[in-house]
């Protein structure tokens, strides 16, 4: 049998992310599928779940913590808003900007869904040792601070350059 000529971390840090999609998308479908009793699809979730429990929420800072275009934020709380689940108000810190709020409705929606979805999730991880979850844990925040100080630099320069920076992608 011929080596691979991909280096084992190459190979190894594909596979993580192949890996992690597939565990998203695996966690996505017991959402959705929890969900669809409820008429409401996951971005909708999340930015309900984000209005429930941050206050003062702007579609930016929403779109922000999501990490959703602020589009894609905009168009669920427009949905939520034609359920009677959100509403939208002027902040009055910047009138350009608008605050999501989430209705009586929304609350009562969250906080039915929420606690199925947690022990589900919790269901989920009793399959892990506590060992294991916490490493698990430690390295998820490792790759997300890691990750998330490379985008802010990223940031920087192209705030400097006025371009941005190419090369791979994951």
Not at 25 to 51: N, P, S
């Amino acid at each position: 049998m011929a080596p691979n000529p991909v280096p084992h971390a190459a190979r190894t840090t594909e596979l993580l992310t192949q890996r992690l999609v597939r565990l998203l998308r695996l966690l996505d479908g017991g959402t959705a599928r929890l969900l669809d009793a409820h008429d409401i699809r996951i971005v909708e979730w999340r930015v309900l779940a984000q209005i429930v429990t941050v206050e003062n929420a702007t579609v930016r800072s929403i779109a922000e913590a999501l990490s959703i275009s602020r589009s894609e934020a905009s168009r669920a709380g427009t949905v939520l808003e034609e359920r009677g689940l959100a509403v939208r108000l002027e902040d009055p810190a910047d009138r350009r900007s608008v605050l999501l709020e989430a209705t009586a409705a929304g609350r009562g929606l969250y906080e039915e869904i929420y606690p199925q979805r947690t022990a589900a999730l919790g269901h989920l991880m009793e399959a892990v040792p506590a060992q294991d979850a916490a490493t698990f844990d430690r390295v998820l925040d490792v790759l997300i601070a890691t990750l998330e100080e490379g985008e802010a630099g990223a940031g920087r320069l192209r705030h400097r350059t006025g371009r941005r920076r190419s090369g791979g992608g994951s």
